[in-house]
């Protein structure tokens, strides 16, 4: 049972555009929403996380959205750039249940110069 | 600070084989986690180790165990190899909430 669903699987920016991408998930135990970044032959590397007590959070190019009750959050990148092409996993977890991820299927963005 | 390592980074194996895979947590971490990224299944939890005790696995068959050594580095074994064991398996490593990833051991599966 997949229980934090990702879309799109793909998507395709030009340079300077805001990349969205959505997650939601069914498990309302979740506490911690973390999004990865990953590079081709590389590990996950952490991008932005949020627990739902919040419902934005900023750090840089990057935004992270928060709706608790639609279950739903999402990643905009704002002025994407080539550098930014990548795919990105967003994941959930439990944290008094032993704080492993469950993970999106991701989404491989590319961004067009 | 040194990030999480893992060794070997590539590693071939034919079926039935055993593989053995390594991984060295952030200093101060003392839990470690292991996932499975196969192509087109995505990332899927495989075990969790903290203070050297298995805390909790995924859903995958007992050939797949572990163990979290003193120094909190941590041992992934893969038994009797199929093909479809071929994947990237991340370890990542956690002091609290977020989880820290290494950059993986490619496993492939003759």
């Known amino acids: 049972q997949q229980q934090v669903k990702q879309s799109p699987q793909s998507l395709i920016v030009q340079k300077g555009g805001i990349s969205i991408i959505n997650c939601a998930y069914e498990n309302t135990a979740f506490d911690y929403f973390p999004w990865y970044q990953q590079f081709p032959g590389k590990g996950p590397a952490l991008l932005i996380a949020?627990?739902?007590?919040?419902s934005e959070k900023k750090e840089g190019r990057f935004t992270i959205s928060f709706n608790k009750s639609a279950k739903q959050f999402s990643l905009h990148i704002m002025d994407s750039q080539p550098g930014d092409s990548a795919t990105y996993f967003c994941?959930?977890?439990?944290?008094?249940?032993?704080?492993?991820?469950?993970f999106g299927g991701g989404t491989r963005l590319m961004v067009k110069p | 600070e040194a990030g999480v390592t893992q060794s070997p980074t590539h590693l071939i194996k034919t079926r039935g084989q055993q593989a053995t895979l390594r991984c060295s947590p952030i200093s101060g971490h003392t839990s470690v986690y292991w996932y499975q990224q196969a192509l087109g299944l995505g990332l899927q939890f495989l075990l969790w180790y903290d203070e050297g005790e298995e805390r909790n696995r995924g859903n995958f068959p007992p050939r797949f165990s572990g163990r979290q050594f003193p120094n909190y580095s941590s041992e992934l074994n893969v038994n009797a190899l199929e093909l479809e064991d071929s994947a990237l398996y991340l370890c990542?490593?956690?002091?609290?909430?977020?989880?820290?990833f290494g950059p993986g051991t490619r496993l492939l599966v003759l």
């Open positions: 994941a959930a977890n439990h944290h008094n249940a032993g704080n492993m991820l469950t």
């Open positions: 949020i627990r739902p007590d919040v």
């Open positions: 990542a490593s956690s002091p609290s909430w977020t989880q820290y």
